[in-house]
């Protein structure tokens, strides 16, 4: 069960009640208690303790709540770099898988390369081709057309030169 911020409060009312009843039943309306008093003065005073355990109940719930309040905000801050580090990092991935996707595919166009011996590997915008090559002229144009797709930030030729 969730306590809610009165639950602590029902007891200091119970009791409260229970000691006004108390005085009621004691006093009359003009007699006097052991401590001089009337029971209409020891009710008010009664009555002006209950008032101040309220009103230092509602300061310590208004604290509470603004501490939660606090904490509830560093919570969201902290989720939300979270979010954009995640998103970025993926952001990341999905661009070095979708270069990786463009050389395979401009490799496969051609003709004279095949994709098939060429590996196409990207990091970071970086792109590394290991493999074979039919020609050194063949070798440069795998480099020259991986660094043409959009996002290459880097092309690292590592074909080998392998006829036939």
Do not use: F, W, Y
């Not at 109940?57 to 979270?82: F, H, I, Q, Y």
């Not at 996707?101 to 990207?122: C, F, M, N, Q």
């Amino acid at each position: 069960m969730k306590e809610t911020p009165c639950d602590h409060c029902k007891p200091r009312v119970r009791v409260m009640g229970s000691l006004l009843a108390l005085l009621v039943a004691l006093g009359g309306c003009g007699k006097s208690g052991d401590d001089g008093k009337t029971a209409g003065q020891q009710l008010d005073a009664a009555i002006a303790k209950t008032e101040q355990a309220a009103e230092k109940a509602k300061a310590g719930t208004e604290s509470a709540m603004a501490n939660v309040g606090a904490a509830m905000k560093d919570a969201t801050r902290e989720v939300e770099a979270s979010g954009k580090q995640i998103a970025g990092k993926a952001g990341e991935t999905l661009n070095d898988v979708s270069i990786t996707a463009a050389v395979s595919s401009g490799l496969a166009r051609d003709p004279e390369l095949s994709a098939l011996k060429i590996s196409v590997d990207t990091k970071n915008g970086a792109v590394t081709l290991t493999g074979s090559a039919p020609t050194e002229a063949a070798r440069e144009k795998a480099g020259a057309l991986a660094k043409t797709v959009k996002g290459v930030n880097s092309v690292e030729n590592r074909l080998v030169v392998k006829a036939g």
